[in-house]
């Protein structure tokens, strides 16, 4: 008996507030077609956007694109992340009309909004904000916004696919067909069939083949796919050029590390296939003895360098 | 057979030769010696154990092979892994390595030889290694002759990337596995060499123990084939091909699906694909070389040529058409990993966060080879001066071993051919040395200068004296000539003293790394005490023991994976999860209730039966392979499935820093692993600073507390922290509210709460 009014009274107020939030919705969705999909905001229309009865979900940018707030990440997202958004927030507004408007992609500068930078506590650029529905059927226990992790990198897949777990369905986007790659790559072909008689015999030659396996195989045994994989950078910020550490090594490490094995190899090879060859005894002797050095110098070289990365070491040569 | 000095002329040429094998027999038993015997620091060491994580899987498995029999274990279902999955044992393994020490067990107690099973274990790989020693030499004896092949077996014996994978005690796949690849090589460069039907099935024979014995086995499934195919690209099929690689690709793909593990994977994966498609390739071949040897017309080969390249081109639609329909299966993410190792961190974080799979940077590979990796392009430059069929195998190994070297698996059976490499090069410099010795002899007018007559020389020289190391005798025994020479003794010594001085060197080298670098089981650690005298750290087992002693049987131990091969081997208990990742939702389960705070964590650990949790903390002894260094990857994983309520930005400060003090997120400090890890933590140092040792940071004064799980078992050094979970509350109450009541703290309410719903 006592429950009808009470009811009443839930399903009014649920009414009172669903009007103001129905406006609402109707102003975003305006001023995101007149954007191309995406909200051009300022602190007034982020208030509106992240309203505290929202039914809808948000996507916000938080940027920093006038150049004079230059700094490196500000470069970054200029010529990086600021392309992927605007694609994935396009492809977004290509989406049906029933869902398009229940989520909304929104960029917010910093020069528009230096007051919610400051609420939001935010010291760095770029950061992508995911606001979820408070209200209505999508609502989620969660409702403070989720932060875009950006160890993906910057580019728009990784995006797209992430913001789909938060919009009603996922966003259509394709990647764009990279015309500039399959140009070069076609043209690429193209030279090289045309080329093809012209450079046969090097390909032919077994001395090309064999100089391209022993760099491989110099550049991979230096530790090259170590800092292609780690990223690591080519050199310390004290200017060091070697890393210390045994599991840890510079850009500059994999040359200097490839050059002293191409040398000692490169003896061995003066040892074993042309000094023998050699017809006058004094000049067999003067290459037998410079090659020897060599190979002692650069090694002893070598186990300086391994004694820097792994102090335990115990055996040294000249050096 | 050529040699340095010339023999007296009084010997038959049957005691010369004779003399020679007799030589080389026992240069190769010094070898399998030293080989075995540097493999024995680990025993000597510290004692007769089983080694690291997944050994110890396979000794329980060995042990229920060799205490029921080859068909229990066959059906051998483990309801204690992977609880409450359990683990279909028998197909779901390689059974090479056990069903290997089953039968030598079995041997040897046929014998009346009692000897136990753990010491089978811990020896096989050191015994092994013998083998491996031996299939090196026949190997580089196919390669260049038998004086490098002794050279290259003393590498392979003694150098310290293999014996990190093959110390006693590492009762790993790799074990046997090793041996088995070499064979199988050397058996198929036999086969290619000779034409032969037989050592074609000896390679497929091989083949097959190799598929039953390692995942590895992909290897060669993919370098046999692409060396077929480079070769038919060189314009260097022949019928030897044809016969080598039919016999090797029919009978070893027949008997390798004989593995329950393996099953129609070799015509339903990607990764076999190229052994198929060169297998087609050849008999198209083959078959337009039939055709053309009968047919004369100019027009009629070029027709046939076509022909042959738009077969080839529609088989390779037909395979990637069938692998877009779903028949073949794609490439496994392990294996596009391999190629970019962004894929795997990108979208299988379990992969990438196995160490295995990390990178490697240089020192660890001249810590693993020494000069062996310098002579080896030299080596690659050489096999190019000859360039006979079976270099262009040992160069297309080399190019592949040097890609993926960055990956141990792969990476070490990569070292073997850069032992044979190697070998050359020494060689050749050895055989330097000798050749101006014998330019010597001709000099002082002995023989020829030109050491290519043969008659002449002979004699090795100096016999190997007493032969103490395995090396020297090598340096001695391998000696060859050319038509060339040098000129003087002076320049002679000097190299043969360069060349001495480097093996000596190697021998150094290998012997410091394998005492210290290579022969820790990682169960058990030593630290050295001020005095100078090893102590040794037992927690692991200490904890292990604990567990097999006071707890039940059904007691079900939740850890995060790696320990849990090492859990049921030691302390027979249940586990939740254990080092065969195959199901990555389990993992990222545990994952999950290790990152989460002890709300959620605690129906998670309900509801899996769990009543025990195990982890490991390094922060007072400075261990650094502890969990709370694992935890990010635990972190990573479950916010693989559950990127709602895990994520990996929460926990690292608000500038990105990874801290356990003051300063760590909340998420991180009310995490189950935090409060495991640190429980307590404080007050060892009684109101003093609290340091992690690990991190170098220092703990918070006030540590966590703990309401849903009881401190059950801390051992010696606190590497190991048991933790029991409780059960509800007998009252209906939470565990917090419990706890708080129990220690008399009141219950801060904001509002009062309905007393009791009134009875209508």
């Given amino acids: ?319 | 057979m050529p040699t340095a000095f010339p023999l007296p002329s009084d010997l038959s040429p049957a005691t010369v030769t004779n003399t020679a094998s007799l030589l080389r027999i026992v240069a190769l038993s010094l070898i399998s010696g030293a080989a075995i015997a540097s493999r024995l620091f680990a025993v000597i060491n510290f004692e007769s154990i089983i080694h690291e994580f997944d050994p110890w899987f396979n000794y329980r498995a060995t042990r229920v092979l060799a205490s029921k029999g080859f068909y229990e274990f066959w059906n051998w279902f483990d309801p204690t892994a992977w609880y409450p999955l359990g683990r279909v044992v028998g197909g779901t393994v390689y059974p090479g390595l056990m069903a290997t020490s089953g039968v030598i067990y079995n041997f040897l107690h046929a014998l009346n030889l009692p000897v136990d099973i753990r010491n089978i274990c811990v020896m096989l790989a050191p015994g092994f290694s013998a083998l491996t020693a031996w299939a090196t030499y026949m190997f580089t004896k196919e390669m260049k002759d038998e004086s490098a092949g002794l050279l290259a077996a003393a590498f392979i014996g003694i150098v310290p990337g293999y014996i990190s994978r093959s110390v006693a005690g590492s009762y790993d796949n790799e074990a046997i596995a090793i041996f088995l690849l070499m064979f199988t090589f050397f058996c198929w460069i036999k086969a290619l060499k000779l034409g032969s039907a037989l050592f074609g099935t000896l390679a497929a024979v091989f083949y097959f123990y190799m598929v039953a014995a390692w995942g590895g086995y992909v290897f060669i499934t993919n370098m046999i084939p692409l060396h077929g195919l480079v070769l038919i690209l060189m314009g260097r099929f022949s019928s030897r091909l044809y016969v080598a690689y039919s016999s090797w690709y029919a009978i070893g793909t027949l008997s390798s699906m004989q593995v329950p593990f393996v099953g129609f994977q070799p015509v339903s994966t990607s990764e076999h694909m190229a052994a198929l498609g060169v297998f087609g390739l050849l008999q198209i071949v083959a078959f337009t070389q039939l055709v053309r040897s009968h047919v004369s017309s100019k027009q009629f080969q070029d027709l046939l040529f076509l022909a042959l390249i738009t077969v080839g081109l529609l088989g390779f639609v037909g395979v990637v058409g069938l692998t877009y329909k779903g028949v073949i299966a794609p490439w496994t993410g392990r294996f596009y990993s391999l190629w970019d190792t962004g894929y795997a961190k990108k979208h299988i974080p379990i992969i990438a966060s196995v160490s295995e799979h990390q990178p490697t940077a240089w020192p660890s590979f001249f810590m693993d080879l020494q000069f062996l990796i310098f002579v080896f392009p030299a080596g690659v430059v050489l096999c190019f001066h000859q360039l006979r069929d079976e270099h262009v195998f040992v160069i297309i190994y080399a190019v592949m071993a040097s890609y993926f070297r960055r990956r141990h698996a792969v990476a070490f059976s990569s070292l073997l051919d850069t032992y044979l490499d190697a070998a050359e090069p020494a060689d050749a410099a050895a055989e330097e040395s000798t050749s101006e010795t014998s330019a010597t002899n001709g000099a002082s007018g002995a023989a020829a200068t030109t050491a290519t007559s043969s008659g002449s020389k002979k004699a090795k020289k100096g016999p190997p004296p007493a032969g103490t190391t395995a090396l020297t005798d090598l340096v001695a025994v391998k000696k060859g000539d050319k038509p060339k020479g040098i000129f003087g003794l002076d320049t002679r010594l000097a190299i043969v003293m360069n060349a001495f001085g480097m093996l000596a060197f190697f021998v150094f080298h290998c012997t410091w790394a394998t005492s210290n670098a290579y022969s820790s089981p990682s169960v058990v650690l030593a630290s050295t005490n001020p005095d100078g005298s090893q102590h040794i750290i037992d927690d692991f087992r200490e904890a292990y023991y604990w567990l097999r002693q006071n707890t039940p049987e059904t007691a079900v131990v939740m850890s995060w994976w790696d320990y849990g091969y090492q859990i049921a081997g030691m302390a027979d208990r249940p586990t939740l999860v254990d080092n065969n990742t195959w199901n990555n939702t389990h993992i990222a389960t545990v994952g999950k209730a290790m990152s989460s705070t002890e709300e959620v964590a605690y129906p998670i650990l309900r509801k899996h039966d769990v009543d025990y949790v195990l982890v490991i903390f390094g922060g007072l002894l400075g261990y650094s392979g502890d969990d709370i260094n694992k935890f990010l990857w635990m972190v990573r994983i479950a916010q693989g499935v559950w990127p709602e309520e895990i994520q990996e930005p929460n926990y690292f400060t608000p500038q990105g820093e990874y801290r356990i003090d003051d300063h760590a997120s909340p998420t991180m400090k009310n995490s189950l692993m935090y409060k495991m890890s640190y429980y307590r933590f404080a007050e060892l140092f009684g109101g003093g600073p609290a340091q992690d040792r690990v991190r170098q940071q220092q703990v918070p004064k006030v540590g966590p507390t703990l309401d849903y799980l009881d401190e059950a078992y801390t051992t010696e050094n606190w590497i190991v922290r048991i933790y029991e979970v409780r059960k509800e509350d007998l009252l209906g109450r939470d565990l917090k509210s419990a706890n708080a009541f129990a220690k008399g703290k009141k219950r801060k309410r904001s509002k009062p709460v309905s007393r009791r719903r009134p009875i209508v």
């Fill in chain 1, 1 to 319: 008996m006592f429950l009808l009014p009470f009811l009443a009274f839930v399903s009014l107020s649920l009414l009172t507030r669903a009007a103001p939030a129905d406006e609402t919705r109707q102003k975003l969705v305006a001023l995101a077609a007149a954007g191309g999909g995406l909200i051009k905001l300022d602190s007034a229309s982020y208030d509106l956007l992240t309203a505290p009865n929202r039914d809808w979900s948000a996507s916000i940018e938080f940027t920093a694109l006038d150049t004079r707030r230059r700094c490196a990440p500000c470069k970054l997202v200029l010529s990086e992340f600021n392309p992927s958004w605007n694609a994935v927030a396009k492809a977004w507004s290509k989406a049906p009309k029933a869902h398009r408007d229940n989520h909304f992609f929104a960029t917010l500068d910093f020069d528009d909004g230096q007051l919610v930078f400051q609420k939001m506590g935010l010291a760095s650029a770029p950061v992508v904000y995911v606001y979820p529905p408070v209200e209505g059927p999508r609502a989620k226990a969660r409702t403070e916004p989720s932060k875009y992790d950006f160890s993906h990198g910057f580019e728009a897949e990784p995006l797209a696919e992430h913001l789909s777990n938060h919009t009603p369905i996922p966003i259509p986007y394709t990647k764009p067909f990279d015309w500039a790659r399959w140009t070069t790559a076609g043209a690429g072909l193209l030279a090289f069939a045309v080329t093809l008689r012209f450079i046969a015999p090097i390909l032919q030659s077994r001395w090309t083949w064999a100089i391209i396996t022993i760099i491989t195989s110099l550049v991979m045994t230096s530790g090259y796919m170590f800092t292609r994989i780690r990223g690591s950078p080519f050199m310390g910020h004290d200017g060091s050029w070697i890393a210390g550490g045994f599991q840890n090594q510079f850009g500059q490490e994999v040359q200097v590390i490839a050059a002293v094995y191409g040398t000692l190899g490169f003896a061995f090879i003066m040892l074993t296939m042309v000094i023998p060859y050699q017809t006058t005894s004094q000049r067999q002797r003067f290459q037998v003895y410079l090659w020897s050095t060599i190979i002692m110098l650069v090694y002893s070289i070598l186990i300086v360098l391994f004694k820097v990365k792994n102090r335990g070491y115990p055996f040294r040569l000249l050096l």
